[in-house]
């Protein structure tokens, strides 16, 4: 059975950091890409960021750019987003999603599989 579990989610100040995992069950890695979304309580799910089956392309939600890092590692099954100079505005459960597609990586995309979420809290 194919799987998702999301991990690494917790409280932390402003200005801290966090890396959340994405660790994939019942299939390998290497033919998905890989996305990142959150949803805040009464808003819309957001974009954050997707990563190439390969590796090679990465797309990020302009919230986020230059603060946050997706990574994936294949051999171990897991996509990695690195989490830096987070902000009260980040708060939201995070999931990650895969979407069978050898082809670069989209947001906008339609994604087949999804975890269950890990929530992110980011409070003084």
């Known amino acids: 059975q194919l799987q998702l579990v999301e991990s690494g989610g917790g409280l932390v100040q402003p200005g801290g950091s966090l890396r959340l995992s994405c660790a994939a069950s019942?299939?390998?890695?290497?033919?998905?890409?890989i996305g990142w979304f959150r949803q805040a309580p009464g808003k819309e799910r957001e974009g954050v960021s997707c990563?190439?089956?390969?590796?090679?392309?990465?797309s990020y939600g302009s919230s986020v750019k230059g603060r946050f890092t997706m990574s994936r590692d294949n051999d171990k099954n897991t996509v990695y987003l690195q989490m830096n100079s987070l902000k009260a505005e980040d708060t939201a459960v995070y999931y990650c999603?895969?979407?069978?597609?050898?082809?670069?990586?989209?947001?906008?995309?339609?994604?087949?599989?999804w975890g269950q979420g890990t929530q992110v809290t980011v409070s003084s």
């Open positions: 999603a895969a979407r069978r597609s050898t082809f670069g990586c989209s947001l906008t995309a339609s994604y087949d599989n």
């Open positions: 019942g299939f390998t890695l290497d033919s998905y890409v």
């Open positions: 990563i190439s089956s390969s590796g090679r392309m990465r």
